[in-house]
């Protein structure tokens, strides 16, 4: 596999050209660096975080303790929580809110954009992106979707509140709940314009990996990070404009008169003029985004997860091609399996036993990755960073989700489970606990890179354990919930006799989560207190392969002062016999590693094979194989 490789000089970015007198707002601001628009997405990235996880605690509360009054909620949410207790209605924009902040504006924007800007000039051996300005819009579209979406908890009928899948009717007639008004009409506008943001993000990261690698970057030298980043891009490029269009006719719907998703609906006694729509079209539209959205949101997880633990095994990642094949599985696999979430629906059986089988075949590829993991982990020379501690999480939490699926994906079972608590644990396990996981392992590994500074280790571990155990406390118990059919997104268990019993457990993970909560205080200070007092960073902290390492440690227009390193070998030559060092970086000709060549390095050039064949014979070197 191969393509046009484009290589670039040194001479169209000197300091001729005045980059060197960028004002504060040129650089910090609207800044068109791929490094710190990276910075600019991850910290808006935490900061939704942050807002969302408080969003959680506040409806957690609610269900452990639904009759007890708590005066000060009413001190931060007025006429939200009078009397100290939550509003039923305000209730569901919380989980509404926290769910569409966590799954599009953390886990898409936040992953995606950060490692996406940050690795894809870095790995590949590029200045920048293919257009620095579609970089930069791409981010001030999502900071202002961020805004308006926040903005919506301050409309008098408060934010949307239809569930982050936002099904119609629900969302459709205004009239129909106080969150369904003006609060709906922002968050549409807010995911327009968060759309906007991929689409642009997307093109810009397909064009840059494709076109603008240097020179001896072939595609089977890339990193699994940046095939992550490509696939990923393509997926959001060919689902995300489906949901601007089940936005737009959500819209007409609202505003316009027209019926594309209602039908004889009566509400407060008054019959609607709609006839003739489906809510089941904005399933089939919200969904063919939806399920190639837990990829978008997972495999630049799998990509940083996969380059952590191989530099912190000090081994070669075990099937590096099955490991890029499997991601190509999922990519297209991805794009036949939305209908699993419709099951209920009506669907005719033979269509819904059609994506039963594509819904547990993706769990192949999906297994192979696992495997594979286990493969580099297994006799490694490990290293447990903190980086390392959050990537082998990841794998925890993906596998342990990930087996779950294939329950929900079975059309028998999942008629049982549909929305309980069990589908909330899984896709809280595989998507939401293994990418944030994947993004702090990222985080972890890539901070000097990004800030020319150390994070604190010990600081990292207790991030890590209360983490860790906080996340398995707060979601596996649900998987019994759900069993026992406890639906999702109810306000209190207590007017059911039979849910009652689980209202204990409902205590147990509120605890668990507020302690969770509390732990991401320890990230919040050793992440922005690092940036000013952590200890400063060398170039190559890690002895790791790829590209970015050989970048100096103080962040210049350009990427490298001088000349673009050429690319010889894969990213992945770690603990190779033969050679003085456990790592060989991609920069480091064949011909200076002699001792540690392997007939397959070369591939197939006869020459090079030659000549290292008569260097074996002169130096009475024995390769085996």
Same mark, same amino acid.
């Given at each position: 596999?191969?393509?046009?490789?484009?290589?670039?000089?040194?001479?169209?970015?000197?300091?001729?050209?005045?980059?060197?007198?960028?004002?504060?707002?040129?650089?910090?601001?609207?800044?068109?660096?791929?490094?710190?628009?990276?910075?600019?997405?991850?910290?808006?990235?935490?900061?939704?975080?942050?807002?969302?996880?408080?969003?959680?605690?506040?409806?957690?509360?609610?269900?452990?303790? %639904?009759?007890?009054?708590? %005066?000060?909620?009413?001190?931060?949410?007025?006429?939200?929580?009078?009397?100290?207790?939550i509003k039923p209605e305000f209730f569901?924009?919380?989980?509404?809110?926290?769910?569409?902040?966590?799954?599009?504006?953390?886990?898409?924007?936040?992953?995606?954009?950060?490692?996406?800007?940050?690795?894809?000039?870095?790995q590949i051996g590029a200045r920048d992106?293919?257009?620095?300005?579609?970089?930069?819009?791409?981010?001030?579209?999502?900071?202002?979707?961020?805004?308006?979406?926040?903005?919506?908890?301050?409309?008098?009928?408060?934010?949307?509140?239809?569930?982050?899948?936002?099904?119609?009717?629900?969302?459709?007639?205004?009239?129909?709940?106080?969150?369904?008004?003006?609060?709906?009409?922002?968050?549409?506008?807010?995911?327009?314009?968060?759309?906007?943001?991929?689409?642009?993000?997307?093109?810009?990261?397909?064009?840059?990996?494709?076109?603008?690698?240097?020179?001896?970057?072939?595609?089977?030298?890339?990193?699994?990070?940046?095939?992550?980043?490509?696939?990923?891009?393509?997926?959001?490029?060919?689902?995300?404009?489906?949901?601007?269009?089940?936005?737009?006719?959500?819209?007409?719907?609202?505003?316009?008169?027209?019926?594309?998703?209602?039908? +004889?609906?009566?509400?407060?006694?008054?019959?609607? %003029?709609?006839?003739?729509?489906?809510?089941?079209?904005?399933?089939?539209?919200?969904?063919?985004?939806?399920?190639?959205?837990?990829?978008?949101?997972?495999?630049?997880?799998?990509?940083?997860?996969?380059?952590?633990?191989?530099?912190?095994?000090?081994?070669?990642?075990?099937?590096?091609?099955?490991?890029?094949?499997?991601?190509?599985?999922?990519?297209?696999?991805?794009?036949?399996?939305?209908?699993?979430?419709?099951?209920?629906?009506?669907?005719?059986?033979?269509?819904?036993?059609?994506? #039963?089988?594509?819904?547990?075949?993706?769990?192949?590829?999906?297994?192979?990755?696992?495997?594979?993991?286990?493969?580099?982990?297994?006799?490694?020379?490990?290293?447990?960073?903190?980086?390392?501690?959050?990537?082998?999480?990841?794998?925890?939490?993906?596998?342990?989700?990930?087996?779950?699926?294939?329950?929900?994906?079975?059309?028998?079972?999942?008629?049982?489970?549909? +929305?309980?608590?069990?589908?909330?644990?899984?896709?809280?396990l595989v998507m939401g606990s293994a990418?944030?996981?994947?993004?702090?392992?990222?985080?972890?590994?890539?901070?000097?890179?990004?800030?020319?500074?150390?994070?604190?280790?010990?600081?990292?571990?207790?991030?890590?354990?209360?983490?860790?155990?906080?996340?398995?406390?707060?979601?596996?118990? #649900?998987?019994?919930?759900?069993?026992?059919?406890? %639906?999702?997104?109810?306000?209190?268990?207590?007017?059911?006799?039979?849910?009652?019993?689980?209202?204990?457990?409902?205590?147990?993970?509120?605890?668990?989560?507020?302690?969770?909560?509390?732990?991401?205080?320890?990230?919040?200070?050793?992440?922005?207190?690092?940036?000013?007092?952590?200890?400063?960073?060398?170039?190559?902290?890690?002895?790791?392969?790829?590209?970015?390492?050989?970048?100096?440690?103080?962040?210049?227009?350009?990427?490298?002062?001088?000349?673009?390193?050429?690319?010889?070998?894969?990213?992945?030559?770690?603990?190779?016999?033969?050679?003085?060092?456990?790592?060989?970086?991609?920069?480091?000709?064949?011909?200076?590693?002699?001792?540690?060549?392997?007939?397959?390095?070369?591939?197939?050039?006869?020459?090079?094979?030659?000549?290292?064949?008569?260097?074996?014979?002169?130096?009475?070197?024995?390769?085996?194989?």
């Amino acid at each position: 596999m191969s393509s046009t490789v484009i290589s670039h000089d040194a001479g169209h970015h000197d300091d001729a050209h005045g980059h060197h007198h960028e004002t504060f707002l040129t650089k910090y601001v609207f800044s068109q660096d791929h490094k710190m628009i990276a910075k600019q997405f991850l910290i808006t990235g935490i900061i939704m975080a942050v807002f969302a996880m408080l969003l959680s605690l506040l409806f957690r509360i609610q269900l452990a303790w %639904p009759d007890k009054d708590f %005066p000060i909620l009413e001190v931060f949410l007025g006429k939200w929580a009078e009397g100290g207790r939550i509003k039923p209605e305000f209730f569901l924009s919380l989980v509404t809110i926290h769910g569409t902040m966590m799954v599009f504006f953390v886990l898409t924007a936040g992953l995606s954009g950060t490692f996406s800007n940050l690795l894809i000039p870095y790995q590949i051996g590029a200045r920048d992106m293919a257009s620095p300005l579609m970089n930069m819009l791409s981010y001030w579209f999502f900071f202002v979707a961020c805004v308006i979406m926040v903005a919506s908890f301050f409309v008098e009928s408060g934010p949307a509140s239809a569930g982050w899948t936002i099904y119609p009717p629900l969302s459709a007639v205004p009239t129909a709940i106080p969150g369904s008004g003006l609060g709906m009409t922002l968050w549409l506008a807010s995911m327009v314009l968060f759309i906007a943001s991929q689409v642009l993000g997307g093109v810009n990261y397909v064009s840059t990996v494709l076109n603008m690698r240097t020179k001896g970057m072939d595609l089977w030298k890339m990193p699994l990070t940046i095939w992550s980043f490509f696939l990923t891009a393509i997926v959001g490029l060919l689902s995300f404009p489906v949901l601007v269009s089940a936005v737009v006719l959500l819209i007409f719907d609202r505003s316009a008169g027209t019926s594309f998703y209602l039908s +004889d609906l009566v509400i407060q006694g008054q019959i609607l %003029p709609n006839e003739g729509g489906s809510p089941i079209l904005f399933q089939h539209l919200f969904w063919f985004l939806g399920h190639p959205e837990v990829y978008i949101v997972v495999m630049p997880a799998l990509g940083l997860t996969s380059e952590v633990i191989a530099t912190n095994s000090r081994k070669p990642i075990f099937g590096y091609h099955a490991m890029v094949y499997s991601l190509v599985g999922i990519t297209v696999l991805s794009f036949i399996v939305w209908g699993h979430h419709m099951f209920v629906t009506g669907m005719n059986p033979f269509l819904g036993g059609v994506f #039963m089988i594509t819904t547990l075949i993706i769990a192949v590829p999906s297994a192979v990755k696992a495997f594979n993991y286990m493969a580099t982990l297994w006799k490694g020379n490990i290293r447990f960073t903190p980086a390392m501690m959050f990537a082998i999480g990841m794998v925890s939490f993906f596998i342990s989700g990930g087996l779950t699926g294939i329950f929900l994906g079975n059309a028998t079972l999942d008629i049982n489970l549909h +929305d309980t608590y069990f589908v909330v644990a899984h896709f809280h396990l595989v998507m939401g606990s293994a990418s944030i996981f994947g993004m702090l392992c990222g985080v972890y590994h890539w901070y000097p890179k990004m800030f020319g500074r150390m994070m604190n280790t010990k600081l990292g571990y207790f991030h890590f354990w209360l983490t860790f155990i906080g996340a398995y406390l707060v979601f596996f118990p #649900m998987h019994f919930m759900g069993i026992d059919g406890v %639906p999702r997104r109810y306000y209190a268990f207590t007017e059911f006799p039979f849910m009652e019993k689980w209202v204990s457990v409902n205590i147990l993970v509120t605890w668990a989560a507020i302690i969770a909560g509390l732990g991401q205080l320890a990230f919040l200070v050793n992440f922005f207190g690092s940036i000013f007092k952590g200890k400063k960073a060398t170039q190559n902290p890690w002895n790791s392969n790829t590209l970015e390492w050989t970048t100096p440690v103080e962040h210049i227009h350009g990427n490298w002062p001088g000349e673009i390193p050429t690319v010889y070998r894969w990213p992945y030559d770690y603990s190779k016999p033969g050679h003085n060092e456990d790592f060989i970086p991609q920069s480091v000709p064949f011909s200076e590693t002699m001792s540690s060549n392997m007939v397959h390095d070369f591939e197939g050039n006869e020459e090079a094979v030659r000549i290292q064949e008569q260097w074996n014979k002169d130096n009475n070197r024995v390769v085996e194989g």
